[in-house]
């Protein structure tokens, strides 16, 4: 809020040739590598779009999780935007292994297949668990070896590379991922995010694609000024760190629980457990929070940036009266 105040005085010169946005550009490099180019966007589907047109051709086809965020929550908009048929494969925990994806490369050359062109990954993923370097490298091995790219949307980047103890650089450039949605809105900021393109030949076209998915800014700086704060005496970490923090506060209170049980290893600020239906509808009165798969009453809590220890008091003080 603070960074946004400062921008917000005199004139400034529209879509990013403004001086705040030259000193986000600076901080994005400095945090990643000096040979990337961000691209800020305004929200996380649009940063997945432009990312996913900019690695394929309408005939390839995206590999992903059942679980991925672009096949279950963004309502078509990457196959809409893209043109390419999403394949999602089926995994027990929300992360792909070479393993899991070597039965789909197949049909190269044949004119009557889509043809596999990328990858998507969400680290963390949206179950909560969380890519180690090693399974990263693997897949981005794989993907290139077949002339693929690898996308990884990183609403919840922070969140991983705080569990993991590593920098955000040492997740994705030191991974080989080709393109990143580099998240802030879940971990604290206003509005927007940023596609971080590693490839110079790729980022020469992805200002294109942006103006085409209506997600260039014309006041770019109210995005562009936040990311530097957010990068700024590592913000992002003590952001994310306070969110983990909570969860693990909130996981210890709740794993002993008669009838709770937990279905997927809480890593970040993601819990994904199953509780009596009747505690749920319960807790429904006064909390909101998403069902996973309502017919094994499996939910999902998650705490963020802003969640403090009272509330994870008063929730598990509702939970014990119930």
Same mark, same amino acid.
């Given at each position: 809020?603070? %960074? ?8 400034? @010169? ?41 690695? /394929?051709?309408?005939?390839?086809? *995206?590999?992903? &999780? ?22 999602? *494969? ?6 792909? /292994? ?13 004119? +009557? +297949?889509?043809?596999?062109?990328? =990858? ?10 969380? $890519? /180690?370097?090693?399974?990263?490298? &693997? *897949? ?16 919840? =980047?922070?969140?991983? &590379? ?35 393109? @590693?490839?110079?030949?790729? %980022? ?9 998915s209506a997600q260039l800014a014309s006041k770019m700086r109210y995005l562009s000024c936040q990311f530097t704060a957010y990068l700024t005496d590592n913000l992002w970490h003590t952001n994310a760190s306070h969110a983990n923090k909570m969860a693990q506060l909130l996981y210890q209170e709740l794993k002993? $629980? ?11 600020? %993601? ?50 009266? =119930?």
């Amino acid at each position: 809020m603070e %960074a946004l105040a400062k921008a917000n005085k005199d004139h400034a @010169f529209g879509y990013g040739d403004d001086q705040w946005t030259a000193e986000a550009v600076l901080k994005v490099k400095e945090t990643f590598t000096p040979d990337c180019e961000p691209f800020f966007v305004f929200n996380g589907t649009g940063s997945n779009v432009v990312a996913l047109q900019l690695l /394929t051709q309408p005939y390839n086809s *995206i590999l992903c &999780a059942e679980t991925a965020h672009i096949y279950v929550d963004e309502c078509g908009s990457p196959v809409k935007m893209t043109g390419c048929q999403i394949r999602p *494969i089926e995994t027990p925990d929300g992360k792909l /292994t070479p393993e899991l994806i070597l039965p789909h490369l197949h049909g190269f050359g044949d004119q +009557h +297949h889509s043809q596999p062109g990328a =990858i998507y990954i969400s680290q963390c993923t949206e179950l909560g668990t969380v $890519y /180690t370097v090693e399974e990263l490298k &693997a *897949i981005t091995s794989l993907a290139h070896e077949y002339g693929m790219y690898v996308h990884m949307d990183g609403a919840r =980047i922070s969140n991983a &590379a705080v569990a993991l103890n590593l920098s955000l650089k040492e997740l994705t450039v030191d991974c080989g991922i080709d393109v990143l949605s580099f998240g802030g809105t879940k971990n604290g900021l206003m509005m927007g995010e940023c596609v971080v393109v @590693f490839d110079p030949v790729l %980022a020469k076209k992805t200002r294109f694609f942006r103006k085409q998915s209506a997600q260039l800014a014309s006041k770019m700086r109210y995005l562009s000024c936040q990311f530097t704060a957010y990068l700024t005496d590592n913000l992002w970490h003590t952001n994310a760190s306070h969110a983990n923090k909570m969860a693990q506060l909130l996981y210890q209170e709740l794993k002993n $629980y008669p009838g709770v049980t937990f279905t997927q290893k809480p890593e970040t600020n %993601a819990l994904f457990l199953k509780m009596p239906r009747k505690v749920i509808d319960k807790l429904l009165e006064t909390y909101f929070f998403y069902f996973w798969n309502e017919t094994n009453n499996e939910v999902r809590l998650v705490t963020s940036f802003d969640t403090t220890e009272d509330d994870v008091k008063r929730f598990i003080e509702a939970l014990r009266s =119930i």
